[in-house]
């Protein structure tokens, strides 16, 4: 006791001493840095015509289901077929929204539309692997979709639950995953867990994968492969039961790229009714732009490799401090991404929410503890994601100093708790 003590004092000094210092430090999203946004640049430029291939002036109404050769491009660079896919939104995000809420407005495939089932007083459920993207979670929220929490593992989500649940319950419609560098676990599926969705029994006839591949070209090294979900989906006799959901937010611009989503024949034509009502066309100009601006897939590879040279050291960063300060102590213990945007840390249980506390007071903001979970329930209080991203090295330096004194802090504050509770 008396060393935990002494240890505790030791921590609550250097933590005030980091107080006085006034910082503004912000690793709560994982937005790219000012060096990542500058190598799109050339989108902000000039270009070189405003029209299609086949002389279409991208400059007027039409083209509900985006430019031919923004398609092509996306279907090179993903190994999807350009036809399945719907591009020109800005913003995956939204294109998953408005997929959900016209599901809950009119169904799928002559099924009932899910919220019919909500009106009746038995909502709809979707499956959550976590810790997950606290986005997806909240448009289920906002829609009325019950969350159930799925642990997600080394190579995906725990398939055999998925497969016990997804199985025996027709109101389990679906369920979210992050395919590549998943957020925040930064975890890749196998092909394995990739068949076994495609292929799983379902209760529900109408049950949706929304399969959202935010990171899928975001490799820092390596490329690490993923298997073709929807070639997949298609040879086990379920050819819609994934939207696969793509955009350029962190290749280009965030919220002011391109985004797509692709699905089996029969979900397209139903996306593009209900897109019919609500839109006459994208912004085609801008895929336009991001076409004359890549050329190629290959063109986005080599992009992201620049991307790359940004974040990794960012990301050594964060690790090399978690070694060197708490390796060995037992207080966390953390993930090693290949690529993406996120690290995952697990604190002792009963910690996250308290060293984000503290961090957020000595002027370093964190992503809520809780936060990748459904509801903001992590039943152990240990998850914090970390997003190396947006800071500048010299900042996140500073902000790692910080976090790893929180995290001891956090941990020497409850295990004397613990002691003198027993
Ligand atoms: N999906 C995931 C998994 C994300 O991490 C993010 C951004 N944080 C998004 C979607 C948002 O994408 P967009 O900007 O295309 O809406």
Same mark, same amino acid.
């Given at each position: !006791? $008396?060393? =935990?003590?002494?240890?505790? /004092?030791?921590?609550? #000094?250097?933590?005030?001493?980091? *107080?006085?210092? %006034? ?76 997929? !959900? $809420?016209? =599901?809950?407005?009119?169904? /799928?495939?002559?099924? #009932?539309?899910?919220?019919?089932? *909500?009106?009746? %007083? ?301």
């Amino acid at each position: !006791m $008396a060393a =935990l003590e002494t240890q505790l /004092t030791e921590l609550q #000094k250097q933590y005030d001493d980091f *107080k006085t210092l %006034g910082l503004q430090l912000n690793m709560a999203r994982g937005k790219p840095g000012s060096g990542q946004l500058d190598l799109s640049a050339g989108l902000l430029g000039a270009f070189p015509s405003y029209k299609l291939e086949d002389g279409t002036d991208a400059r007027n109404y039409g083209i509900l289901n985006g430019i031919p050769e923004c398609r092509n491009l996306f279907a090179g660079l993903l190994g999807i077929n350009a036809d399945r896919i719907i591009a020109g939104a800005s913003s995956s995000l939204n294109v998953m929204f408005d997929t !959900m $809420a016209s =599901l809950c407005l009119f169904g /799928t495939g002559g099924g #009932k539309p899910w919220h019919y089932y *909500k009106f009746e %007083g038995t909502p709809v459920k979707f499956l959550c692997p976590v810790p997950g993207y606290d986005r997806h979670f909240t448009i289920c929220e906002e829609l009325g979709i019950e969350m159930i929490p799925v642990p997600l593992l080394e190579d995906g989500p725990d398939m055999d639950m998925v497969s016990e649940l997804a199985a025996k319950d027709p109101l389990i419609k679906g369920i979210w995953c992050v395919p590549l560098y998943s957020n925040p676990e930064g975890v890749c599926y196998s092909d394995e867990v990739v068949d076994r969705l495609a292929s799983m029994e379902t209760a529900a006839e109408d049950f949706r994968i929304f399969w959202d591949n935010a990171y899928g070209v975001h490799h820092f090294e390596e490329r690490t492969p993923l298997k073709d979900i929807l070639a997949a989906c298609e040879s086990a006799g379920h050819p819609d039961r994934t939207y696969y959901f793509f955009s350029t937010s962190k290749i280009t611009f965030p919220g002011a790229g391109v985004a797509l989503v692709a699905s089996g024949e029969k979900n397209i034509n139903e996306l593009k009714k209900h897109m019919s009502a609500q839109t006459i066309g994208h912004n085609k100009l801008n895929q336009l732009h991001h076409v004359q601006f890549f050329k190629t897939p290959e063109g986005i590879r080599h992009h992201m490799e620049l991307h790359a040279k940004e974040l990794a050291p960012r990301f050594q960063m964060v690790l090399d401090w978690l070694e060197r300060e708490i390796s060995g102590t037992g207080y966390a213990r953390w993930t090693s991404p290949k690529g993406g945007y996120f690290i995952s840390l697990y604190t002792k249980p009963g910690c996250a929410s308290r060293t984000v506390e503290l961090a957020k007071n000595a002027g370093l903001t964190l992503t809520p503890a809780g936060a990748a979970y459904p509801y903001g329930n992590d039943p152990e209080d240990s998850h914090i994601r970390i997003a190396p991203s947006y800071p500048s090295l010299e900042e996140l330096e500073k902000a790692m100093k910080l976090f790893c004194i929180c995290i001891k802090l956090a941990a020497t504050e409850h295990l004397l708790k613990e002691e003198k509770e027993n």
